[in-house]
């Protein structure tokens, strides 16, 4: 890169000429100090001219910066080139200022020195002496020094040598790109090829230097900054004779003894020491007439900084006890001679304050420096005449005002100076700077950026909060300010804006609504409140499945959530129950929040909402933000009665909550935002209980119990599970309690009362006792001796309850304790004494054997077995088996109304064993036709004995003894487990005779036989399979009429289509019959049981046409009308007879 040519280099290069003839006879070249103030003018003016500036020595433009940059660096160079010879040739195509230097006359270095003396360039001149290695800045610096001394010597060549010195202990200045500066780069490698060449180097080892120190020549062990510049101070001393410049001095020496030897490394101010450091200086500064700049703060924070670093010239020749000597001896002599005086009671100027920090530094630093050594010991005078000079300065005292602390700050914030996201933290955390609303709300306004911090954030809220509970709070300021760190908040990113949200869940779970707050704030946010939550349920709700629109509706919760977490929460809520649909979407915003969660360890979780409302009540936060959220829910659920859909919405939006996910980067763990525990302790115990006051739907919370219990959050490596943190033996008794009571849950209720138990809930008790069961089992087993006074209690309680219910508490204490069971059952059941204890029940008398085993039978899979395999039967005596088969009907009678679906489930795998078996004898007769058809009916006969078996059992519970029994409620719930015994009939005679395709139905109907066949070869039983006839007419070459009549008759006699007929024939029979018996006899499930069947009929009718002839047919129709008219309901009886009336013969 070479530098270009312009109209200001050519006006430069015009101003260097003149002055050179203004040198004549002499020359540039030859110039002495004492003539630069007759020739340099013409320089200076140009200099003036090409930036712009009134004056030299004023703070210079940016453009004005580089110019006085290029300048330096060619006079230096031209300078050198001088003192090295440098060959043109070789310069033309090397050095990158060529152009510019080339057309200035031949300079020394007193044009140079006093070049940047004139133009106040003491800066640029440093920066280029810090780009050149150690070695060659000491020599550079022995030149300044040989300067300033020779005559004249004047105290602005004083200044300038302690402006220079400053200027290296400063350091370079970074650049904001963090770039190195191109100029300063090439001036130092310019200078690497001089030297060099000076050194006899050759032109192409001089080409390849570079930058590195390991490229230029040597540097001699005695290179020492420190040495050159302290010597050299002692030197000039006798020259200052002006107080600012000496206390300018003395601050520069003590700054310099005490970063090359009082500390080993930078220290760390804090942000308000700083901002107060700072703001004095302005203080001084604007009292002597200078404007606050962003400048005039950044060379105030390089001067801190430099007094707070370790030098980066540290010493090499000198030792601390020289310099100690040195600095004293400084610092007596200008005593003496009356400089230091002025510090007494004076005006504070800028020199005396920065003196003050010296001392104060310095002094500190020697109090706590260890005096051990040998060298610690020789340096003890000097360090106590030094610290005793200094204890005896005298400054005045400077103070910091509020209102410049915050211009000063501002300023730093506003040009995004040094440490600035500090200084806005500590700009939002200064309550007392809140009090300046036109300047603290602009500079929040216009930097935004600046605060997207969490601490900032938060301070600036409780300011905020601050200003809404005064008492003459400004409401339109106070919503300015409260969208203006809403939008600082918004711009978060999400793991900021879950640590924002947990912080203001500390500060106050109703955010900037505490207390009491201006209603017009209050109706702004509320609106601000339904917009959010509008739009999301009208822009999608449950279907806004992108991720884009998720983070959307992520962002649009966590701005007004920060504001004020309950509401949001409580509007979650609302909107998941409430809102159909939306539970999942409410769920799934919430658990990418989990900073709403709050940061509650496992007790805080497992404590009961009522402390969180006491804690409410007082004005202050629950303890976690699940907690609120609970809280919310609460209140949700209790402002008004639950539909059946709501219900299912809140236990949805509930799992979802409890549903693990993935953590972010810092938690590695998967988390839920509600914990099973939480919701367990707030909506499960609190609401369910035995003695049926609660308010509380029950069956709801059971529901929540069983889906607490259903997630997967316990980690297998953890322990204890988390259901030890809800009372669970407790809690297993009440259920306990619940369970008996739905044994009797066909009791009439207390007049004007409502059931309070269905047969739903008492299979939802089954469930979670079972889940509850073996989770605690499982504990149990692992620490026995810890929780034996806890079984042995839970077992003494249900010793008063039903005998069945402990079976549903076995998993618990596993093998602890016997089966106790009523000693009638021992009578019909071999069971070891080892496991099993009868026990004289009044209820259960003698014969009573046979009703506890179905009870056993029904209660468990396992017991089932059990009970299966140890019945005590003698199948080779008729006698027993009809006695047995006897109370069975009987048992299963009183049985039958109080089972649960999946309990008559078993009892119905019972029923089918005992028949297969031949322990149950079920006589079949045919009470529903005149004559036995010629069928097998073999395959059918376990469903033919079942059906008739429950016809029995309903006979005997539907008459008179038996049928004062049941509620309306529990005739329609046998209804429904008769109807479900039914279809599982039907389903097995399904399972016997597969219906064919639609495609095979429709060849039958439109190919039929062209003779009937007769009726000794059976064509009742011709089924069509379109598969298997397909091929036999590929294999077959004759007529396609022929080959399926011959297929048709083959297949008759392999399909029982019409046993399958007369077996759903009985079944209907059967299933009337029992609809008419039944009080009421407007049975819906039988009815469709019905329905059910004669469209298997007609099916059976349509697959297999030769099933049935059409006299059959005919009379099948008439016989089942004329059972049907045995109903009472008219609408029941006319649709089944539509339907009969349907029941057709194909082969018609």
């Not at 060959?87 to 140079?112: I, K, M, T």
């Not at 004139?118 to 780009?131: D, K, T």
């Not at 140890?870 to 009987?890: A, E, I, T, Y």
Request: net charge negative; glycine share 6%.
């Amino acid at each position: 890169m070479t530098l270009k040519m312009s109209k200001g280099s050519s006006v430069l290069q015009g101003a260097f000429l003149l002055a050179d003839k203004l040198c004549l006879p002499s020359s540039l070249s030859s110039l002495q100090k004492a003539d630069w103030s007759r020739v340099g003018r013409p320089v200076l003016e140009a200099l003036r001219e090409i930036c712009g500036l009134d004056e030299l020595g004023g703070r210079p433009s940016p453009s004005a910066v580089v110019w006085m940059k290029n300048l330096v660096c060619a006079v230096w160079l031209k300078a050198l080139s001088g003192e090295t010879g440098e060959d043109v040739e070789a310069a033309w195509r090397e050095n990158p200022f060529f152009p510019l230097q080339n057309g200035l006359p031949e300079v020394n270095r007193v044009v140079l020195l006093e070049m940047v003396k004139s133009m106040a360039a003491a800066q640029i001149f440093a920066r280029f002496l810090l780009s050149l290695p150690q070695s060659q800045i000491c020599t550079e610096l022995e030149r300044l020094v040989q300067h300033v001394r020779s005559s004249p010597t004047r105290e602005d060549d004083v200044r300038l040598f302690l402006e220079v010195w400053w200027e290296l202990w400063k350091g370079r200045e970074e650049q904001k790109d963090g770039t190195e500066d191109d100029t300063e780069m090439m001036f130092a490698r310019e200078f690497a090829r001089l030297l060099c060449k000076s050194s006899s180097l050759s032109p192409q080892a001089a080409k390849r230097l570079k930058l590195d120190a390991s490229d230029l020549p040597a540097s001699p062990p005695a290179a020492d900054v420190l040495h050159v510049l302290l010597h050299a101070l002692k030197d000039l001393k006798d020259h200052i004779s002006r107080a600012d410049l000496c206390l300018q001095a003395l601050s520069i020496s003590l700054d310099a003894l005490y970063t090359a030897f009082l500390i080993d490394r930078a220290a760390v101010l804090p942000t308000k020491e700083k901002m107060l450091l700072l703001s004095k200086v302005v203080g001084i500064r604007e009292e002597n007439e200078e404007k606050l700049s962003p400048e005039l703060i950044q060379e105030a924070q390089r001067d801190v900084r430099a007094s707070h670093t370790p030098s980066p010239f540290q010493p090499s020749r000198m030792k601390l006890a020289e310099a100690l000597t040195i600095v004293t001896e400084l610092a007596l002599f200008w005593q003496n001679s009356g400089l230091l005086n002025v510090c007494d009671g004076s005006k504070p100027s800028y020199s005396a304050f920065k003196l003050e920090q010296s001392v104060q530094r310095v002094l500190a630093a020697l109090q706590e420096a260890p005096e051990t050594t040998t060298e610690m010991d020789d340096q003890d005078p000097e360090k106590k005449v030094l610290r005793g000079f200094l204890e005896s300065l005298a400054f005045p005292a400077t103070e910091n005002t509020a209102e410049v602390n915050m211009r000063v700050t501002a300023t730093i914030i506003s040009h995004r100076l040094e440490d600035y996201q500090n200084f806005a933290l500590l700009f939002a955390s200064e309550k007392s700077w809140a009090a300046h609303d036109a300047l603290w709300t602009d500079c929040l306004e216009k930097n935004q950026a600046a605060f997207q911090q969490q601490d900032s954030l938060i301070q600036l809220s409780t300011a905020l909060v601050g200003k809404l509970h005064g008492e003459d709070a400004d409401v339109s300021r106070c919503r300015k300010l409260m969208k203006v760190v809403a939008d600082i908040f918004s711009a978060l990113s999400l793991k900021d804006k879950n640590g924002a949200l947990a912080a203001m869940l500390r500060l106050s779970c109703r955010g900037f609504f505490g207390c009491s707050v201006p209603s017009a704030v209050t109706e702004g946010f509320e609106q601000q409140l339904n917009m959010a939550f509008n739009c999301l349920i009208q822009g999608g709700g449950a279907t806004m499945t992108t991720q884009g629109n998720l983070n959307t509706a992520v962002s649009l919760v966590a701005r007004v959530a920060f504001q004020n977490p309950e509401a949001t929460l409580r509007s979650c809520c609302h909107s998941a129950i409430f809102n159909k649909g939306a539970f999942s979407l409410m769920a799934k915003i919430l658990q990418q929040l989990p900073g709403l969660r709050g940061h509650g360890g496992r007790k805080d979780e497992a404590r009961g909402d009522e402390e969180a409302e006491e804690s409410a009540d007082e004005g202050e936060d629950g303890p976690s933000g699940s907690a609120l959220l609970c809280r919310c829910l609460q209140e949700t659920i209790g402002t008004k009665s639950l539909s059946a859909n709501e219900k299912e919405q809140l236990l949805e939006y509930l799992g979802l909550l409890m549903t693990p996910v993935e953590g972010g980067e810092e938690e590695e763990r998967r988390q839920s935002f509600l914990t099973p525990q939480q919701v367990v302790n707030v909506f499960v115990l609190p609401n369910i209980s035995a003695t049926g006051q609660s308010s509380v739907d029950v069956e709801l919370s059971l529901r929540l119990l069983q889906t607490a219990l259903s997630v997967d959050v316990q980690d297998p490596a953890s322990c204890p599970h988390w259901v030890l943190d809800c009372s669970p033996f407790p809690l297993l008794y009440v259920l306990a309690q619940l369970q008996n009571q739905t044994l009797r849950c066909w009791e009439q209720p207390p007049e004007g009362g409502v059931p309070r138990w269905s047969m739903d809930t008492k299979e939802l008790l089954v469930s979670v006792l079972t889940s509850l069961g073996g989770v605690v089992g499982a504990e149990v087993a692992a620490a026995p001796s810890r929780w034996s006074r806890a079984l042995f209690w839970l077992y003494n309680k249900t010793g008063q309850l039903d005998w069945t219910v402990r079976f549903h508490l076995k998993p618990v204490w596993g093998e602890h304790f016997k089966n106790e069971v009523p000693s009638s059952l021992l009578t019909v059941c071999d069971l070891p004494e080892q496991e099993w204890l009868g026990s004289d029940l009044p209820q259960y008398g003698q014969g009573t054997g046979l009703l506890a085993w179905m009870e056993c039978c029904s209660a468990s899979d396992s017991l089932r077995s059990t009970m299966l395999s140890r019945l005590s039967l003698d199948q080779r005596r008729p006698d027993h088996v009809g006695m047995f088969s006897k109370g069975l009907l009987v048992a299963l009678t009183q049985t039958l109304p109080w089972c649960s679906v999946s309990q008559w489930t078993r009892l119905q795998g019972v029923l089918r064993e005992l028949i297969a078996s031949g322990r149950l004898h079920v006589p079949f007769s045919l009470e529903y036709v005149d004559y036995l058809p010629l069928l097998d009916l073999r395959s059918f006969s376990c469903d033919l004995r079942l059906s008739v078996l429950l016809l029995r059992v309903l006979q005997l519970l539907c008459g008179s003894s038996c049928s004062h029994w049941l509620s309306a409620d529990g005739w329609s719930h046998v209804a429904r487990l008769y109807a479900l015994a039914v279809r599982e009939v039907m389903n097995s005679v399904r399972a016997k005779l597969p219906l064919p395709s639609s495609a095979a139905l429709n060849v039958s109907a439109s190919t039929p036989p062209k003779t009937p066949a007769p009726r000794d070869s059976d064509p009742s039983c011709t089924p069509i399979k379109a598969p298997k006839m397909s091929k036999d007419l590929q294999r077959a070459g004759g007529s396609p009429v022929t080959s399926k009549e011959s297929h048709m008759e083959e297949e008759v006699e392999g399909f029982p289509s019409q046993e399958v007929l007369f077996v759903l024939s009985q079944l209907f029979c059967h299933v009337q019959h029992i609809q008419v018996m039944m009080p009421g006899g407007q049975s819906e499930p039988l009815f469709l049981s019905s329905l059910e069947i004669l469209s298997h009929y007609e099916a059976v009718m349509a697959a297999f046409p030769r099933s049935s002839s059409p006299l059959e047919s005919d009379n099948t129709r008439h016989f089942f009308s004329t059972i049907t008219d045995n109903l009472q309901d008219h609408d029941m009886k006319a649709v089944l007879r539509q339907k009969i009336a349907q029941l057709v013969s194909s082969a018609a």
